[in-house]
Every structure is written in structure tokens, then in C-alpha cells.
């Protein structure tokens, strides 16, 4: 897809995976700045990170033992993540073709039908998911879905970028925004406590621009949960619709990356578990810390927590999240 203004996205139907963003910097010299691998092989048979770029679901994030209730019935997902459900169990969304309806030059639109009983979720869930480059460079991502029983539904993309250039040296030198006061503090397994709990004074306060690295290895109860930052902020939401939720900027290049969101928090991951043993695109390492990923999304564990947006959805409703990422330079 391009945006025929400099921005040009590649990817695929298998879980609607962004592969490549490839996009200028300050001196028109373009890089790849997406981790993805090379081939449809090495994402199917993922002998690494299985989560490169796909829309994930049908919850993405983590449930809690992987258990939730609806009207007094119990569901019972497939355990994938220390005990927990993460980004919607062993298959998810990420792992199947979807149907492609429609594509131009710039954009593309995918439709996919989840089957009731699917990794433990109730309900035939009808998905639609469309990606769109505008001329502003920027990459949208409009989600619909419906169901025909109760279920809950929680979708997000789950691209990881590099504004260096994918394996071009670590992430900890980027300069990020996040407009949110709070976090939802997490347990040893990254499960939410329940709390919502004020950034002030802690090294979750990104409200002022700072390098991701500054505070990441401090001594910090939450940080060594994560071992470093992996967590979920709640978004200073000022309006219903779409904001802008999170900048990042990246010197050397000059590259920027603004997020625009309508859901009520983003999941901040900063690459702590690449280990160098999983090779990109390009046959080169991805090492500790050397990607991010900033999912626009309701809160982990949601149908476990009352005080938590719901992500419950019913017969006759329907769900839908835009989520922009606007590529620029300064």
C-alpha cells in the first residue's frame, strides 16, 4: 500500500500482519521500520515472537487464568502465557488467513468470522478490519465486529517498530510522549491488580517527553514485573473519539511516530524479551530492547474488573476502534 507521499506499508492476510513501513527520514533516506521475517514460512512456523505485526484477538492482552464470566457462565480460554490467556490463546486471529474484500493502491480491507467456541470464546464473531494510507503518511486501522452471543472482544495491532530502521540498534534512545496520568499496575504474571494508580513521581510518567531509557532500570516494583516497560496506560481522554494518545521521536533519523486512538488505554511494550536469537527481515538479530510496540486497546483483564471499561458485546451491538499511526519528520 502507499500512501503517494512517501509512506509505503507491505503486508499479508495471515493475520493481517504489517511485514514492512517503510518511510523517510530528515534527509529523504528511507528504512524499513517494522520487525517483521522474510517469509510466510517463518511467521506460521514462528520459532521466536509469534506476535510480528498482526491484529491480535479476539481479546488481545491478557485474561487472567484465563477464565471470565458472562451472565453466570464460566469460559475456560487455552493457557499460552504463564498461566494466563494472552492475545486471545494458541490460534487467535493472528494465525488465520482472512478473506481480502477489497484493495486499491492505498488501502485494503479484510473480513474474517471467528467461530463460536474458537479458542474458548462464545458466539460467531464477525470481524472486519480495513488499513488505510492517507496523504498525511498516515497508517489507519478501522475495526467492526459483531456477534451473535454474548462475548467479549478486545482487538489491537500488535506492530513493532524501530524509527531507526528494523535491528538498527536499540529503542531505550527514542523519545516518547504518552498523554496519561494513570497505569493499571500489574501482578508478577502482568496481570492488572485492579488498581488505577497515578504516574506522579514514578518512571510510568511520560506526560513530559523523555527517552524511553532514562528511568527503565530503576529500582521499581512494577518495572521488574515487565522487566522493563510493559504495561497499560490510561489515557487523558478528553473528548469521545479519536485523540492523539502517544508520540515518538528518534533523533539520529528525525523520524516521528504520532498514535491517535479511540480506545481508553495503550499497551507501552518496550521489546524486553527479544533476546537477539530471532533474526529480522533482513537476517540481522533483534536484541534486547531493539523494538516497540504501542497497542491502542481496552484494559488487560477487563471482564475480570468492574471498575475497567467493558469489552462485553451483545447481539445486535456493534464493536469499533480506529487506531492511527501518523509517520513525519522533524
Keep these: 500500500l502507499n500512501s503517494g507521499n512517501g509512506l509505503t506499508i507491505q503486508v ?57 464470566s ?7 480460554l487455552p ?5 494466563q490467556t494472552l492475545h486471545g490463546g494458541l490460534k487467535g486471529i493472528d494465525m ?25 470464546f462464545p458466539g460467531n464473531l ?25 462475548t467479549v472482544v478486545n482487538l489491537s495491532n500488535h506492530a513493532f517498530f524501530n524509527l531507526k530502521g528494523e535491528a538498527n540498534g536499540t529503542i531505550t534512545d527514542h523519545i516518547i510522549t504518552i498523554n496519561a496520568g494513570h497505569t493499571t499496575p500489574v501482578n508478577d504474571v502482568l496481570i492488572p491488580t485492579g488498581e488505577i494508580a497515578p504516574v506522579d ?19 521499581n516494583e512494577q518495572l521488574k514485573n515487565g522487566l522493563g516497560y510493559d504495561h497499560n496506560w490510561v489515557l487523558d481522554k478528553k473528548k469521545q473519539g479519536i485523540e492523539l494518545a502517544v508520540t515518538v521521536y528518534e533523533p539520529a533519523s528525525g523520524r516521528v ?3 491517535f486512538t479511540d480506545q481508553p488505554g495503550v499497551q ?26 504501542l497497542e491502542t486497546q481496552k484494559f488487560p483483564d477487563s471482564p475480570n474488573h468492574a471498575n475497567f471499561p467493558s469489552t462485553r458485546l451483545n447481539p445486535g451491538e456493534t464493536y469499533t476502534q480506529t487506531c492511527i499511526y501518523k509517520f513525519s519528520t522533524k
Design 126 to 150: 464477525k470481524i472486519n478490519v480495513d488499513y488505510t494510507l492517507s496523504p498525511d503518511n498516515e497508517f489507519i486501522i478501522k475495526y467492526k465486529a459483531t456477534t451473535d452471543k454474548p
Design 268 to 293: 507501552f511494550y518496550s521489546g524486553n524479551f527479544f533476546d537477539g536469537k530471532t533474526n529480522g527481515k533482513y537476517g540481522k538479530p533483534i536484541a534486547f530492547r531493539e523494538a516497540l510496540a
Design 201 to 219: 513521581g514514578t518512571p510510568f510518567d511520560f506526560r513530559k517527553a523523555t527517552a524511553i531509557g532514562e528511568r527503565i532500570n530503576q529500582d
Design 257 to 259: 511516530m504520532d498514535v
Design 79 to 83: 493457557i499460552n502465557n504463564n498461566g
Design 12 to 68: 499479508t492476510n495471515l493475520g493481517l500482519r504489517v511485514v514492512s513501513i517503510w518511510t523517510p527520514d530528515k534527509n529523504g533516506k528511507y528504512a524499513d521500520v517494522a520487525i517483521g521475517y522474510e517469509n510466510i514460512d517463518r511467521y506460521i512456523h514462528n520459532k521466536g515472537e509469534r506476535f510480528l505485526g498482526p491484529v491480535v484477538g479476539r481479546y488481545a492482552n491478557r485474561i487472567a487464568n484465563g477464565k471470565f
Design 96 to 120: 488465520v488467513a482472512w478473506d481480502v474484500d477489497k484493495v486499491t493502491d492505498n488501502s485494503i480491507s479484510f473480513s474474517h468470522t471467528s467461530p463460536d467456541g474458537s479458542d474458548g
Design 70 to 76: 458472562i451472565d453466570g457462565n464460566e469460559y475456560q
